[in-house]
């Protein structure tokens, strides 16, 4: 489910916006010294943490259009890194769920605040 902003930017200022996050994540504002993720990654990362649980591996990669190994290979680098936890599902044990973790949640927290940032910087 699509969240809906209640705010109104140009083209250019969303483009702008884009890239001053990237660049803060960049240039070290990332959270708890975290590797680099790709597009692809923070895309999974930000839709295991907004929309709500469960999480499996077929459904994220429909979620993101992409195939079960490209989700399977984000979440083994998210997991490496304590963002996610992932459990053999009890009912159907062909499914794996994808579970929030402590260190995650803080992380996309962190994030959250990287993107308000340079959202607040942006207006002023």
Do not use: W
Not at 22 to 45: C, E, I, W, Y
Not at 48 to 72: D, F, M, Q, S
Not at 76 to 101: F, P, S, W, Y
């Amino acid at each position: 489910m699509a969240r809906s902003m209640a705010f109104d930017i140009s083209h250019d200022d969303s483009l702008a916006l884009l890239r001053d996050i990237s660049l803060r994540l960049v240039r070290g504002a990332k959270p708890n010294n975290l590797p680099d993720f790709t597009v692809r990654q923070l895309a999974m990362l930000t839709t295991i943490y907004l929309e709500a649980p469960p999480h499996t591996v077929r459904g994220l990669a429909g979620a993101l259009g992409v195939a079960k190994p490209v989700v399977t290979r984000a979440l083994d680098a998210m997991t490496k890194h304590g963002l996610v936890d992932r459990r053999r599902d009890e009912a159907d044990r062909r499914n794996v769920i994808v579970h929030r973790t402590e260190k995650g949640t803080t992380a996309v927290a962190s994030l959250a605040g990287v993107c308000q940032n340079c959202r607040r910087d942006a207006a002023e």
